[in-house]
């Protein structure tokens, strides 16, 4: 199931940032994030609330600008450059906690606006590959119905087909099912872990630790702006090296 | 018997309420409460109203037979306004009823309100973008210019609009003409270019509808064959080829159509076009039109020589046909003095006394009117006769559409589409008053829209116009468009200010009427109804829109 498009490295790494900078006013949000991705990593970033994982994996589309540091997208420097950010843009999906569906457009609406817009698809091209993905998420007959009439889980699984239907290289979710309710979190994770073994490159921000130990390539915890540690799932969970990890692995796995 | 008790609800132990804590029997007593309030309010006001007609005296309700009866309350209306109009959008004369004159005050105010609301509508659209304009100088001029037009009155606006702003415009000889565009800012107002509808514009129209039909058909023809054979064609550019065509033909087809007629003197022994500028060269006696201008500056003739061999031709004032022949008569270079009138007959007249050598109008007229003088110059005596015996009518080529360009001739503007100062006035001062609450209402609206909105487009790479236009703006106009018909109707209502300005719309000749003809009663419930049915017009069409608007939602 290997559909994911080759990307551009720079060195072995499709994603490298260097000292990552970013304040709101005099909060220091991130103080100097370095890492790197290599294609078809699945990593997933946890940490508590506050710690700035959301906003860093926001820096790596221009959701927020980062003021310190460089970031390297698929062989792209993000910087004021508009065209750069709208290449970034278009090769890198994302998917919300909200899950921000355009409520005044239809499920197949939703799905085919940007590839129309953006990629320049006609539209029965647009709905073909649309089809294709809501069929792979499960729900290709909520097709004619507008985001209001569908569980929270169907409108996860709609925006994950409307971030797949761009053909992106690299997807980020941003604490896909925190929203959800408890029963509808597994439809979300099978869909994620559908797209993580069909070698997709892949940052998650996520509090589910079940999906993070059998998922992930690399784990990364952050706190206070900073990255704490960087570890394989099993020494992450098991043998972890920092204190503060330690900590943070007893409050949620011990309540 | 246990058997037959109806399903239902069980009922509750009503009989322990009493009455005046009773939830039902109170609303009942509300209702009846409600309903004695309401007719005896009505009652004033009806009554209020047969004492101020009683108090008038039954002279208001004149038959025209002499009698007296409440049904010639409008009887009036029939006799002549007496009062003159300065703009009319239709011919009026104030021989003409007063119904007519209320007419072209109702048209001047619909004329105004819709121009209003559209201009407002983008004007205000525009301004409420820009409130939100990361840029702090585009953000604060906006939030200025906010503040500055809600927070002080319309009628302010107006007068200082129209007093200190337009009437301190240039006397019309030194208009200003910005940019060298064929346009002229003055005192009397802004003269703007126009398009001209020929008659033949008809025959164009029919070609404009066959196009979009064949562009359509096209279209749907090559979406098909693409789903056959999987190819893209590009089937945009292929419709729009075929319209332009189909538009082209049009144009040459009723270009050709050849329905304007000039009526010239037997005497004149005129054929053809051209035949006009033979006998102004004679006149000069010179070889071509080119060298009049370079004979002029070496003074082998004068202005005055000029003057007196230009071809004096009568037209209808501002008529198609004048723009025609006039632009025909430039084109060729030929000098012409024009004598306008505003009738038919007056033309015709001043045809058969010899001012004009050429009378333009529609074939169909001028073989009538042809036909009427042949009639007059046989009942009357010779010497009243200048143009006598059988007149030749001349075809010209007529293009459907033609560019009116407004001049200054002598001391009025000529051609394209006047815009008084008064209009100018009542028409920019609701334009920038409402925008300025247009501005808030889509400011508003564009916030109530939530920020995910805005980080899942950018998140798919729309652009900012994109996200705006596709995501944004359609979910605003839903929160948008109930207080945005409240402004709407605001601007129809406030259209009536037109009075501080002079401008002759439907409350300012209400207004001449009443004081005419002193039946207020019935002129105000005129204007009752007027504004009424523009405000029912106008929140009926933006409820429609709001209703489809939401349906889209689920």
Known sequence: MAEAKTLKTTGDNVIVCNEVQKWYGNYHALRGVSMSVRSGEVIVILGPSGSGKSTFIRTLNRLEEHQGGDIIVDGITLSHDVRNIAEIRREVGMVFQQFNLFPHLTVLENITLAPIHVRKWSRERAEEVAMKWLTRVGIPEQADKYPGQLSGGQQQRVAIARTLTMEPKILLFDEPTSALDPEMIKEVLDVMRDLANSGYTILAVTHEMGFARTVADRIIFMDAGQIVEENTPDNFFHNPKEERTKKFLNQILNH | ?554
Request: with cysteine; charged share 15%.
């Open chain 2, 1 to 554: 018997m246990a058997g037959e008790i109806p399903p239902g609800p069980p009922s509750m132990g009503q009989e322990s309420i009493p009455f005046w804590r009773d939830g039902r029997v109170l609303g009942v007593l509300a209702q009846i409460a409600f309903v004695i309030g309401f007719i005896i309010v009505a009652g004033w006001f009806v009554s209020n109203i047969l004492n101020n007609i009683s108090s008038l005296g039954s002279s208001q309700f004149i038959c025209q037979d002499g009698g007296f009866s409440y049904r010639c309350a409008f009887d009036f209306m029939e006799a002549d306004a007496q009062f003159d109009i300065s703009e009319t959008p239709i011919d009026y004369d104030p021989s003409d009823s007063y119904w007519r004159a209320l007419g072209v005050g109702a048209l001047n105010t619909v004329k105004v309100t819709v121009l209003g609301i559209i201009f407002a509508t983008i004007l205000g659209t525009l301004v409420g973008i820009a409130r939100l304009s990361p840029n702090w100088l585009v953000s604060r001029i906006a939030l200025w210019y906010v503040d500055l037009l809600r927070n002080t009155p319309l009628v302010l606006q107006l007068i200082f609009l129209y007093f200190s702003v337009l009437l301190g415009l240039p006397q019309i000889d030194s208009a200003i003409q910005p940019l060298g565009l064929p346009m002229f800012i003055s005192q009397r107002g802004v003269n703007l270019p126009s398009f001209e509808f020929m008659p033949s514009f008809a025959i164009l129209m029919a070609f404009i509808i066959l196009g979009i039909i064949q562009a359509q058909v096209l279209w749907v023809i090559l979406g098909r064959q693409e789903e056959l054979t999987g190819k893209e064609s590009n089937r945009l550019t292929w419709a729009i080829i075929s319209f332009i065509v189909v538009i082209g033909i049009g144009w040459i087809v009723s270009s050709n159509e050849t329905n304007q007629a000039v009526l010239t003197p037997a005497s004149m022994r005129i054929r053809e076009f051209d035949d006009f500028e033979q006998i102004v060269l004679n006149r000069l006696d010179v070889n071509q039109l080119n060298d009049i201008a370079s004979d002029l500056e070496e003074g082998l003739i004068t202005q005055d020589q000029v003057d007196e061999a230009a071809l004096k031709i009568c037209v209808l004032r501002d008529a198609p046909s004048e723009t025609n022949f006039t632009s025909q008569l430039r084109r060729a270079d030929i000098p012409y003095e024009v004598k306008r009138t505003t009738r038919q007959d007056q033309s015709t007249s001043s045809f058969i006394e010899g001012d004009c050598e050429a009378y333009v109008g529609p074939t169909a007229v001028i073989a009538a009117e042809r036909d009427a003088m042949d009639n007059i110059i046989a009942a009357t005596p010779e010497d009243d006769v200048v143009n006598g015996g059988a007149a030749t009518m001349l075809q010209l080529t007529e293009n459907p559409i033609r560019l009116s360009i407004p001049r200054i001739e002598g001391f009025n503007f000529v051609g394209g589409w006047k815009m008084t100062a008064e209009f100018t006035a009542i028409l920019l001062g609701l334009i920038l008053n409402t925008a300025a609450s247009i501005a808030e209402i889509v400011r508003a609206g564009i916030q109530s829209v939530s920020k995910g909105q805005t980080e899942a487009a950018r998140a798919l790479g729309l652009s900012e116009s994109q996200r705006l236009r596709l995501v944004i703006l359609p979910q605003a106009l839903k929160v948008i468009i109930p207080p945005q018909t409240s402004q709407y109707l605001n601007l129809a209502k406030n259209s009536s200010l037109a009075l501080a300005v002079a401008y002759p719309d439907f409350w300012n000749l209400g207004n001449t009427t009443i004081n005419q003809s002193g039946r207020s009663i019935q002129i105000i419930l005129l204007v009752m109804v007027f504004y009424l049915s523009i405000s029912l017009s106008v929140s009926g069409v933006l409820n429609w829109y709001n209703r489809r608007n939401q349906l889209q939602e689920r």
